[in-house]
């Protein structure tokens, strides 16, 4: 849980923030003039609109939702830890690199789950697919639900541990 892994973490959430762009503008002089602008998901209908400028929404909607979420993490996070004094400083350390990771972590699933969307409205609108892969979709989410006790888990370590570290 060091600055690399949070390099890393970083680099792969601008990784495919970039992809989900790229695989828009690659696509979209290719769609034919009928494309969906939402799709076949859990039984509803595919709504379908004349090819328009509205295909970007939702790469924009991605970067808007990946920012704020960051944002709003890294504000979170400060108030934490100026809250609570009794916290060794290395144990502070500690528990802030574990948020950031897991923020940077559970941004990774959420990209994933707007390229599939982004994917399967390209897909949809070649009439190559119907809609969007449930499993896919679903498991995206199950990894998040995932993640979220085995940080509660790894946080608690850090913090017991940091009651007998000696600095």
């Known amino acids: 849980m ?23 503008i690659y696509a979209y002089p290719r769609l034919p003039t009928k494309i969906p602008m939402w799709i076949n998901f859990l039984g509803q209908q595919t709504l379908f609109m004349k090819k328009s400028i509205l295909f970007f929404i939702y790469p924009l909607v991605q970067n808007v939702f990946c920012i704020g979420f960051w944002r709003l993490s890294k504000c979170k996070n400060k108030k934490r830890f100026t809250d609570n004094p009794p916290l060794k400083s290395k144990v502070k350390i500690l528990l802030s690199r574990l948020e950031k990771e897991y923020v940077l972590l559970v941004l990774i699933f959420f990209n994933l789950i707007f390229i599939h969307l982004q994917r399967s409205l390209i ?5 190559i697919e119907k809609g969007v892969s449930g499993y896919y979709f679903l498991s995206l989410f199950g990894i998040i639900l995932i993640l979220i006790p085995y940080y509660r888990i790894r946080k608690k370590l850090i913090e017991k541990k940091g009651g007998i570290l000696r600095i």
Request: aromatic share 8%; net charge positive; charged share 5%.
């Open 123 to 127: 897909l949809v609108s070649h009439g």
């Open 2 to 24: 060091g600055k690399r892994t949070l390099l890393f973490l970083t680099l792969a959430n601008v990784l495919l923030l970039c992809l989900g762009w790229v695989m828009t």
